[in-house]
């Protein structure tokens, strides 16, 4: 199996084009406040994810300067930070001095959130961006005391998945999730939305909207943030990102480094597994105390059941439930019933798994009517 997969992934790298692009770009801190009475010296690493095989590192020619409010360039850096060699992932260090007399001059212009912004590129496009949004205090007690405590600011997102890999390789019909881990300082709500681009022939990857989060992040500074399951039923390569809200409205695209963090991960035919026949209920309501059930499957040690809520133009993930390899039919668990609306159809599957957590066999989807309050 192991030989399998990494034949599989080096006819992935083999296909992909001699120079890759840069994917984006983020700066940390993302964030921070300064006095203006004082010189300011910022330390400043620039990070850049690349696409399998990238080999010509990225260079930014100098940084600029501008009024985060009002959007207003205010002056220019002109030392180059980078170089055109190296694999990805990429960083690189800056130390950024400002003079108190420059700082306390932008101050009385009225600036308050100072932006300073630096654009990467490479061999290939596209370019990448990433800025640190610098808040002008009058001193630098006040300027401490903005950087301990306020509103929630993102320092740093980190995407990987269960096998703590940033880049996954997976049989078709294996179970997939993704966890996110978040480094941010202040308090406040954190609303986002997962999104995935489906294996496609065009060059440019297509998201969809796959699950919304929100969560209060309070005074941990961290917080790791798990997925849905990931799509895993076409072969291919798909690209997963999170993106951040409300800084990104619904509907609206999310390329910005600044609020987005990306990876893929690549799905192979694997072997063919059997489908399960045989589930009940499909196409009748249920209420509370409906029994699931299915047949059993020799080798299993475990069952997935899964349900959807029937939308389009696909079905989105509501909940499930892990269950031992000695149980083929059960009611729903009171957590799941609570993720479920009266009177909606929804599609349910289940499937079985050893004690690697191999894929034995998956059902086809069976539907049903949630009517809690009706009879069997």
Known sequence: MRRLLCMSF???????????VLQSASATPARTSVGVTQDAVLAITWRLTTDVGHIDGALSTGGEFFDATAGVRLDANLVSVGALAGGGPLAYPETLAIPAA???????QGVRLLGYRRTFTSRTPPAQSAQVLIRLAGTGL??????????????RMELE????????????????????TILYSGSGTLRGRWEIADPSGTGEPLFRVLSSARVALGGQQHHTL??????????????????VEPRVPAGAACDSSDTTVQTLYAVTP????????????????????????????DGAVTYQLQIFRAAAPEPVFVGGMLLDASVTHTSLSAATRERLTDEHRYLWRVTAHDGDGQLLARSEPASFLYLPGEGQ
Not at 142 to 155: D, I, K, Q, V, Y
Not at 271 to 297: I, K, S, Y
């Open 10 to 20: 080096l006819l992935i790298a083999a296909s992909l084009p001699a120079h890759a």
């Open 102 to 108: 420059q700082l306390a001059q932008w101050r009385a």
């Open 142 to 155: 006040a300027a401490a005391r903005e950087a301990r405590s306020g509103e929630l600011t993102l320092e």
């Open 161 to 180: 998945f269960e096998s703590r890999r940033r880049i996954e390789i997976v049989e078709r019909g294996a179970r997939l999730v993704a966890r996110l």
């Open 226 to 243: 798990e997925s849905a399951p990931l799509p895993t039923d076409i072969s291919g390569r798909y690209v997963l990102r999170f993106c």
């Open 270 to 297: 694997g072997r063919q597994v059997p489908v399960l026949r045989g589930l009940a209920p499909d196409n009748r309501p249920v209420n509370a105390g409906t029994a699931f059930e299915w047949p059993a499957v």
